[in-house]
């Protein structure tokens, strides 16, 4: 149930943050009319592999909305003090993370099918969905890692695609059950890890 | 009841604080000049940093390893951490809903009413001014009804009559709770107080 309030009370706050939310929305429009356009002239095969790339810059972007932001507005003193375990922390955090990646990617999607008039790309819907959770647990733990950092808005974008390097070959090949095995051995490890990450 | 037990801490190559032994069982006052080591003693106290050596027990519990004593404590801070996007009635139900109330408390409803805050129930945080922010977080201290109380400067950035109605809120919680409180300056209340000069209590 308190997993379940931090989560409602990360979405209040994000939206009522308005501008961000509007350019994230205008970040994946104007990307998707990117990416079908490129499609149109150039090949049909850079479709999915741009429209990965936008997910992840989601990803990025939304990692600077979990534990930066808690840390840039001083809340994060508040929210250590609460009676909660780092376990349940970092799991509503990811939660969190995913709610907005997966939503901004279905929209991304679905633009991407109208402006290319190209319904097939729906077929990756599984491997999204894992793909979105696995890019969850890595923007959290990314944020959490960095928040104390000073260069933190240079050092989260590194930290993502050096975490993402190691499936991109998988993500390609449309592995799901790989990718899922992947995803959940990541966040078990990051769960481990998250406890010394937010106690140092 | 906290016990800070030989507490050492260092910035840099600066000692901050050299040794505090402290147990505090009523109403107790920390006075110190700005950058003494006041926060950071409070923030030690709290859990929230670590020290390079000593350790911290609030009721028993070692505040570095365990986080049960976190129901039993309320801290102030100096610092807002109150969301800004969220009205203060939001703000003061989500923690207390993170401290397994479903409302608030008797005792939130009554400070909310001295510190003047009921009219500003639905505003939001960032629409309030700093001293109303200060008065706010005050209040988010006692959410949980808590037994200890640490309060980072509780004065500062107040009017005078917030300032005699937070001294009056201390004073009469004293009786029940533990409460231990900062100031830069000498403050008119009946309590234990410790001056903290060079990283030693006195």
Redesign the interface.
């Known amino acids: 149930m308190?997993a379940y309030?931090?989560i409602l009370?990360d979405l209040?706050?994000e939206s009522?943050?308005g501008f961000e939310i509007i350019s994230l929305f205008l970040f994946v429009l104007v990307a998707s009319f990117l990416i079908s356009q490129s499609s149109y002239f150039m090949s049909r095969k850079i479709t999915i592999p741009a429209f990965w790339l936008t997910i992840i810059f989601v990803s990025v972007f939304v990692s600077t909305t979990t534990f930066v932001r808690e840390i840039d507005?001083?809340?994060i003193?508040?929210l250590?003090?609460?009676?909660?375990?780092p376990l349940l922390m970092f799991i509503s955090k990811t939660a969190f993370t995913y709610i907005l990646v997966i939503s901004q990617g279905f929209f991304g999607m679905l633009f991407l099918a109208l402006f290319s008039s190209n319904w097939k790309i729906f077929s990756i819907t599984p491997l999204f969905i894992v793909f979105s959770f696995y890019l969850s647990s890595v923007s959290s733990f990314s944020s959490a890692l960095v928040m104390y950092s000073e260069g933190r808005s240079f050092l989260i974008p590194m930290l993502i695609f050096i975490f993402v390097a190691p499936i991109i070959l998988t993500v390609l090949k449309s592995d799901v059950f790989t990718l899922l095995l992947e995803s959940i051995v990541l966040f078990l490890t990051f769960i481990a890890l998250f406890e010394f990450v937010i106690?140092i | 009841m906290i016990e800070i037990l030989d507490v050492w801490k260092k910035f840099g190559k600066k000692w901050v604080l050299k040794g505090i032994n402290l147990k505090v069982k009523n109403l107790t006052a920390i006075l110190g000049e700005n950058g003494s080591g006041k926060t950071t003693l409070l923030k030690i106290a709290c859990g929230l940093l670590k020290p390079n050596r000593g350790t911290v027990k609030v009721f028993g519990f070692d505040v570095r390893k365990s986080y049960e004593y976190k129901s039993k404590i309320g801290v102030l801070f100096h610092e807002n951490v109150l969301y800004e996007e969220l009205t203060l009635r939001e703000n003061l139900l989500f923690f207390s809903k993170m401290y397994g109330f479903g409302k608030l408390n008797d005792l939130t409803k009554n400070l909310l009413k001295k510190l003047g805050l009921e009219k500003y129930s639905n505003s939001k945080v960032k629409n309030l001014s700093h001293g109303l922010k200060r008065r706010a977080n005050f209040v988010r201290a006692f959410l949980n009804d808590p037994k200890v109380i640490l309060l980072d400067e509780p004065l500062a950035g107040l009017d005078e009559s917030a300032k005699e109605a937070v001294l009056e809120i201390i004073d009469q919680l004293s009786d029940e709770k533990t409460i231990l409180f900062t100031s830069p300056a000498e403050v008119e209340i009946q309590c234990k107080k410790y001056r903290l000069c060079g990283g030693v209590l006195n």
């Open positions: 308190k309030y931090l009370k209040k706050v009522r943050r507005s001083k809340t003193f508040g250590k003090l609460l009676p909660i375990s106690e």
